[in-house]
């Protein structure tokens, strides 16, 4: 019997373990059409916790009492399907679970690239995507601009900072603990600031940025945005990717620095990835290419078995993962 | 003996009077090439605030025990400058003081347009630039969008209100009061928000543009601008062009719906007018028109006498005037 993880209750604040619940999770009959999956890495991503409340938001919330989603990368192991053979590598949706029965449209092949499988979770996948498209079309980051990312040690962030040299561009990124930081640096950012460290984050920007900064990544949103606020150059673009501090927080953000937004004319702009799915052949020609250079990589932290998914969701959220976080069955 | 108002103290928080000092201003004796000129008009602006603050802005900060300045609309008194006369009607930056004497450069000549000359202070001037260029340009704001305007019975706003009906497009402008919020409907507004009845601003919003909104123009920042972030529908521009709220306040500002930015792909941009020097006679052609054909006019709130400047300034930040405030001398 395949299992599952529902949601069993709407988390307010930080989640925790009893909002999830395992239980079997009965499969259709396989018609023809159809591929049965056996899920070998699941992902979990800080957009998950948006969706478990019930607010007006671009994706409907989860439901409770139903097996969750997410991304996922699986084997084929039976198909009734054209073009789908056992032993198949596919990326799909129906993540938060060990085996996964639909019609084949919801399946992806993953092409023979000779990477891991798990790179399609991460920087081939949406993870990368939103780096890539985030930087380059939302922020329109340029060669020789100063960009600045918050959790670069994260999936997303360290994928930003890989791009962004890669492009030309001086990076500053800010992660949480000398070793995280120390990552960044690996990474190639020309200055990691630790915003756990004492002192304002705005004045450790300042210090690694005496000129400012001409692009601000956010991942995190709170202290971070408002010190890119301060730090802002004349016409600078903030990309807005992810608000990890605030989703778990039922206070307002407070901005000390917002009023600069006039003076210095900055843009401020949302975005979600799947805006740019028409241009994910683009994404992935570049970044196939930086990855077969050794010039992007994906790092990862990796915890095990289907048991794991509710505790590496929650770590997400105390920043115990570097890179993308998965998990393996 | 000319007289000019002087800022005697930086103000903390609200400006008071005790900030500012009228002193006698010796006038440069005039030199060939020079104009001497009356001034009959004087401005105020909610953005002379922060240039009272000594903080990294667009413009420098005004100094201390230096004479303030400003726009203002005057009368040629003396000329030893080719193209000018005296009687001659001119725009210029030497405001809260009575005469000004300076290269003839530094003034413009008001077009014999018929109209009152203030108007080229208000609705031909940078007021109705900035409800223009912020709403069509900035905010790219298209005939048949829902757009909010806070501040609707102030000088931009009230343009704004008026620019967007003649655009065909559907307004709705926060006022305080029901005196203003039915001067705003006047306007042409489809809806007014009485900011200062009870209730959460973002709910009246909604009760009045159930659809949300494409749009937001900001005056004023603060729960206005939360509002529009939860109103806001998908793809939604908001132009900033001013946070008075945020001026006086040692506060930070306390947003609870900032989130709402990436769901919606809102982009927020802030901007000055000064940005679009360059397309003025664009501009100029089309308000002209329209004030031409009756469909915009400027509203204001006189105040008399170069004495009443610092009064009149600070009740911009009560919100007692309407329209755009004027001293006539």
Redesign the interface.
Known sequence: MARAWYLKSRPKGMPTLDNFDLRPLPLPPLEPGMVRVRNLWLSVDPYMR?RMTEA???VAPYALDAPLDGGAVGEVVESKADGFSPGDLVSHRFGWRDEAAAPAEAFTKLPASGLPPQAYLNTLGIIGATAYFGLLRVAEAKAGETVFVSAAAGAVGSTVVQIAKVKGMRVIGSAGGPEKCALVRELGADAAIDYKSPGLLADKLEAVAPEGIDVYFDNV?GEHL?AALAQAR?GARFA????IG??NSTE?????N???????????????VS?FRDRFGEFQRDMGQWIAQGRTSGSETVMDGLEAMPAAFLALFSGRNTGKMLVRL
């Open positions: 948006p007006k938001s671009y949103g408002d004349e807005i990717c992810g608000m605030a989703y307002p953000v407070a901005l000390r917002l009023f600069r937004i006039i003076a210095a004319r900055i843009r401020i702009q949302g975005f979600l805006d």
